[in-house]
């Protein structure tokens, strides 16, 4: 099963593709992890993407092809991935079609996750991440303490909130999503390939919603037997 998970910043993509690791055996290949960790281990291409990230912009397509190429090269992408924020824009969407053609493994399905724009600020405002095991909280609807502290990790270290997660760059962000990312709903849809989950309800309930519609999907039915 191949999909790609779309929607604006906030809406629930990191959230839900851990789910799907587990429901479905495949990688998750989000682009911001992969261009944070190249940021916070400081390599050539984390300093060359640091400056658009930290204003909400895109990084250059050159930077984020090059990753996905390489990712998408690894052998446990060989039943599958769910791509997390990516494609962005036109030119990845196009590229990505390319570089999938070539291995004659077409994407199964783009699901496009709908959410408020007032949730999507109280979410994001809400999201502390552990820097030591990375899963991500929200201090609105996990049990965290206070100050948040990961209640995963044995040693219960203090939550961190993202750079980017501060109001003005979240404004950009979402700007940004509305010019140069959602269109590709309209793009996909035009390929038969749109699915969209209505994503304002509980992390459950949106995955039930999620792993519904992929249920249906061809990919999934051959993937189970
Ligand atoms: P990226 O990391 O991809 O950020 P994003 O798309 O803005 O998405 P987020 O990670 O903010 O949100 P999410 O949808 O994953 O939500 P989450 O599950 O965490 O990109 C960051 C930057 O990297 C970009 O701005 C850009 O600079 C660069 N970049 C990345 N990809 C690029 C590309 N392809 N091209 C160029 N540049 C690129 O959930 C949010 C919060 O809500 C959490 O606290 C969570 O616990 C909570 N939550 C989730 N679901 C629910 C629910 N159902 N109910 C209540 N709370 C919920």
Do not use: W
Request: hydrophobic residues 40%; contains cysteine; neutral net charge.
């Amino acid at each position: 099963m191949r999909i790609v998970l779309m929607g604006a910043p906030g809406a629930g993509k990191g959230t839900q593709a851990q789910r799907l690791i587990e429901h479905f055996k495949i990688p998750q290949i989000s682009t911001g992890d992969l261009l944070r960790d190249a940021v916070a281990r400081g390599t050539a291409l984390g300093v060359k993407a640091k400056a658009a990230m930290d204003s909400g912009a895109l990084v250059a397509d050159e930077i984020v092809l090059g990753m996905i190429r390489e990712r998408l090269a690894e052998p446990d992408t060989a039943r599958g991935f769910i791509l997390d924020g990516f494609p962005r824009n036109l030119a990845q969407a196009q590229a990505l079609s390319s570089m999938l053609a070539g291995i004659g493994k077409p994407l199964d399905a783009v699901v496009l996750f709908e959410v408020d724009y007032d949730e999507i600020v109280r979410r994001i405002s809400g999201r502390r991440s552990c820097a030591k095991c990375g899963r991500v909280f929200n201090i609105h609807t996990d049990s965290l303490g206070n100050p948040p502290r990961c209640d995963r990790c044995e040693d219960h270290p203090l939550l961190i909130q993202r750079r980017d997660d501060e109001e003005a760059t979240v404004k950009r962000r979402l700007q940004v999503y509305e010019e140069q990312t959602r269109p590709l709903a309209d793009h996909y849809s035009a390929q038969g390939l749109l699915r969209v989950v209505q994503a304002d309800a509980p992390v459950d309930e949106v995955t039930s919603r999620l792993i519904g519609a992929l249920e249906q999907l061809p990919a999934a039915r051959r993937a189970s037997r």
